[in-house]
C-alpha cells in the first residue's frame, strides 16, 4: 500500500508556563484589549462534555497567519490558555488541509516543532502575554519553572477510510514521529508504544506518549485534546510543588544545621526552632490544599472509554509518581515538625528541671545560714 495521504488535519504544540499559586479568569477578559496589533481578538471557555471542570480555562485568539510549509499552504493560530491553577500556555495551532502524506508531520517536526522559539516566536508570545496579564496571576513565583511541552498530530480524515487497526499497521513511521527519532526503532519500542493505543469506534485511534500524542478522529471532536491539556496542567503544577517540598526543606534544614551538643542548649534555639515549625506547617497546609485543588481541578464524567484515555495518559505522564513524590515528601515535613517539637519539649523539661535543681540548692543555701 502507498503512503497514506491526509485531508484534513491539525497539529497542537503546547508549551505550559507554570507562573502562580492561581489565576483569576475573570479579570482576563478586561484586559485582553490591551494587546496591540491584533485584528480580531477571540476568546473562549474551554469545556467539553465527556469532563467536568469547576473553573474552565480560557482561550485568547491573539494571533492568526498564513504559512508555506514544503509547498503546502498551512494556516496557523496561536493561542494563550488561562488556567486558575496559575499557568499560561502557548498553544500553536497548525490547520493542514489536501493531499498530504503522513511524513509532512516529520517534516514539521524536525524543522519547525524541534525550535518553536524560532518558528514560531513561541517565547516572544509568552512575554508579551505575561507582560498584559500579569494582574491575573496571584501569588506569582520568581522563576517560571517548571514548563513543559506536548505536541498533539490530530487527523480528522485520510483520503479513505481506515479503520485503527489497519492505521496501526500502515502509518509505519509513527513511533518515530511521536518519540521524536531520526532513527528507526527497535520492534520492542514500537510494540510499547502501541500498547497505549485506545480506539472508542473501529475508525478512531489514540496513541500518547509523554512527549506527544496522535489522534485520528473523523468525527472532529476535542475531548481527547483537552484531557490531554489538562492532564500536562496538572502534571506542571504538581511538579512545581514537588521542587517547591525539595527547596523549602532545604532551607529549613539549612536553619537546623548547627545542632547543639546537649539537648539543653536547645533552649537557646527555641525561638528559630519555632520559627521553623512554623514554616514546617505553613509548607504543609500551602502543598496539601494546591495540590488537592490540583487533582480535583477535573473530572471525566462516566464514559468508561474517556476514562480509560485519562487513566492511562495519568500513568504515561507519570503524574501518579509525581502525586506520590509529594505524598512522600509531605511525610518527611511532618516528622521534621514532629522531630523538632520532641526536641525542644524534652530540652524544656531538662531547663524545668535544673531550675527545680537550682531553686532547691538556693533554699538549703538560706536554710543553713
Known sequence: MDELKIKKARIYYYKIYNIADSADLEKVISLSSNFKGIKKMRFERVGSDVIEIQNPPIHLYIDEYPLKIDGNDVKVT?????????TMTVIVQIDVEGDISTSFFTKIQKEYLSNPAESFKVEEYFK???????????????????????????????DEPIKARELLSEYKDLPELLHKSDKKLSIQVKNRTFRHAFSYYADDLVVITNDSSFVYDPEGSDDIIDILDFLNTQLVTIRYYDELLDRRMREINKSLIDKPNNSLMEIFKIRKHN?????????????????????????????????RVYMNARQIFGLNLWEESVERKLEVVNDTYNMIQYNLSHAFDNFLEIVVIVLIFIELLAFFR
Not at 496561536?78 to 496559575?86: A, F, M, Q, R, W
Not at 505575561?130 to 519553572?145: A, T
Open 275 to 307: 520559627n521553623a515549625s512554623k514554616r514546617l506547617i505553613a509548607l504543609n497546609v500551602e502543598v496539601k490544599s494546591a495540590v488537592e485543588h490540583a487533582k480535583n481541578a477535573i473530572h471525566v464524567t462516566e464514559d468508561v472509554y474517556y476514562a
Open 128 to 158: 508579551n502575554g505575561i507582560n498584559i496579564l500579569s494582574p491575573v496571576f496571584k501569588g506569582k513565583y520568581e522563576n517560571f519553572s517548571p514548563t513543559l511541552e506536548h505536541i498533539i498530530y490530530y487527523v480528522e480524515n485520510f
Open 78 to 86: 496561536v493561542k494563550l490558555e488561562i488556567n486558575e491553577l496559575g
